[in-house]
């Protein structure tokens, strides 16, 4: 039988089932389902397992091609909705009893009645696509392979479903990894979640047949946790203390330069002044972080940052933009703004923000920061430099892969050094613009390396081998 990849998108599906935007796993799952060599793949099946059940299913290429769309991704969502809320169908009463959380009840009750059309017309405000029968995949053989982009803990049931899958029919799993802060540090993660996912990948690893990570970091990291935990093969007992720490190979996925949209380096600057001026930003000047509110984002060190530059700093200092939802043990950071009424109007968090208003935020400020105590790779990073802003950022864990040269960076453990960096490129206009020119050089003569198709084929090849 011709081999397959079956790409499982069970947490995007999960993910756009209750959020409109997407956070660093979601995006990356986008962009990698979307590179050309995933979608001119012909051995290539998008599929995602259904809750309280050990069923997988395919998912509509039509929605995926709309969530991708910028202009349309509103329908897209609309339409995994939809499919998610259908998916319930093919639950056993058991173990979707098993399975269930209360936020599950609106799709449950959906899907049970039938009425995904009535969900993915509420969500799209258009009539709805006629729905036809989820397609399942009922002869699953060695020659499979399932590519889990990253979320594997997306349903309690999840991994244990797939073991059994793994059981039954011999397909391999690919795992991409895009670090293991839950694991090793439970203390950033919300309570109720960081146990799952530890929980979830240590009963994972052992039917992991390759590892793709994000970065060299992030590959030496699950090394060394596989190798300590004696995560190998079901059946081998912990390697001993002179033996390789995890037979499993571990590929570093070569991760792609994009800015967001269909045509963002082009983008009209009237459409951007129109959204600009939404956030109150048409006039101003301002300094753009992007990510989760929550701990390991260092955002207290920027707000410190931004309040001494603010007394010191001979120049006027631009405001500073939080783009992100707010995160696990993000209430210190909430009340210190709040309590100095958002530094006296100097910084502005907007947690609801489109892909389309983020490109224009991209586009339109002085320079990004990424100051994280620790990253696995680094997305912003990458999204800034590839709208040609340039971008401060920590040199921790998988960051500087991220940016490479292009990028300025300081010890996230200093905090006068990003303090310094920042008022360099303020007090120095002409210098961020030399970075600018260069960014702008850098990416038209590197077209190459813009994208995601090497990413894309990555995955492939490591499926088809």
Known sequence: MPKRLLFDISG???????????????????????????????????????????????????????????????????????????????????????????????????????????????????????????????????????????????????????????????????????????????????????????????????YVDRWLATSKFVRSTLSDYLGTHGLGAPGLGAPGRHERPHARPIDVLPMGWQALGNSSRNAGVEGDQRILGKYGLSARKYILHVGTVEPRKNLMSLIEAMSDLHRQNSKPVPCCVLVGREGWRSEGIRRRLESTRFEDGRILWLKNVSDGELAALYRGAQFAVVPSTIEGWGLPIRESLAHGLPCIASRAGGMEESGQDLAAYFDPADADGLKAAMAHWINDEAELQRVRTRLEIHFRSEAASLGWDAAGAAVLRVAFE
């Open 12 to 206: 995007l599906l999960g993910w756009y089932a209750y959020f409109p935007n997407p956070s660093g796993i979601q995006r990356v799952t986008e962009h990698l389902l979307s590179s050309k060599a995933i979608q001119q793949s012909t051995r290539t099946e998008f599929v995602a397992r259904a809750i309280g059940s050990d069923v997988l299913y395919v998912v509509d290429r039509e929605a995926l091609h709309d969530l991708c769309d910028i202009e349309r991704r509103p329908l897209g969502i609309a339409k995994l909705r939809a499919i998610f809320a259908q998916s319930m169908r093919l639950a056993s009463p058991g173990r979707l009893r098993r399975e269930f959380r209360y936020f599950h009840l609106p799709y449950a009750i959906a899907g049970t009645l039938g009425l995904e059309a009535l969900i993915e017309g509420l969500f799209s405000r258009q009539i709805p696509t006629r729905r036809t029968a989820l397609r399942t995949l009922p002869a699953l053989t060695a020659s499979d392979t399932l590519f889990n982009p990253g979320d594997f803990w997306c349903h309690d049931g999840y991994v244990e479903s797939i073991i059994e899958v793994k059981r039954r029919t011999g397909m391999r799993v690919v795992q991409l990894v895009h670090d293991l802060f839950a694991v090793e540090r439970p203390d950033w993660a919300h309570p109720g979640f960081g146990h799952v996912i530890t929980g979830q990948f240590e009963r994972l690893a052992p």
